[in-house]
């Protein structure tokens, strides 16, 4: 079993950078790909990246594509999101999650935090 912990979010202007955290608990944290999401109020969770169990793939959504990096740290049990030019469409709650393969659809995962708030004004 794996348990997520996501840390980093908050308020930020538009055009500013956040990075966040996700620390994981648990023996099997590297063979796991990892993805983040994201929920803003009243809409469905979204794929927003993901990176393979071992750090050599990365995807995005094309509305973050240029502006997030997703990365991993395997010895320290954690995936990273820097989120730079930041945009008031951006905010909502990001949660990270585990899965064998990323794919686009939360369903596909099995493990998750409890979520970050990132709030971007403009």
């Known amino acids: 079993q794996v348990q997520l912990v996501e840390s980093g979010g908050g308020l930020v202007q538009a055009g500013g950078s956040l990075r966040l955290s996700c620390a994981a608990s648990?023996?099997?944290?590297?063979?796991?790909?990892m993805g983040w999401f994201r929920q803003a109020p009243g809409k469905e969770r979204e794929f927003v990246a993901g990176v393979s169990w071992s750090g050599s793939s990365t995807y995005y959504a094309d509305s973050v594509k240029g502006r997030f990096t997703i990365s991993r740290d395997n010895a320290k049990k954690a995936v990273y999101l820097q989120m730079n030019s930041l945009k008031p469409e951006d905010t909502a709650v990001y949660y990270c999650?585990?899965?064998?393969?990323?794919?686009?659809?939360?369903?596909?995962?099995?493990?998750w935090g409890q979520g970050t708030q990132v709030t971007v004004s403009s």
């Open positions: 648990g023996r099997t944290f590297s063979s796991y790909a």
């Open positions: 999650a585990t899965t064998k393969v990323v794919t686009t659809s939360p369903n596909s995962y099995d493990y």
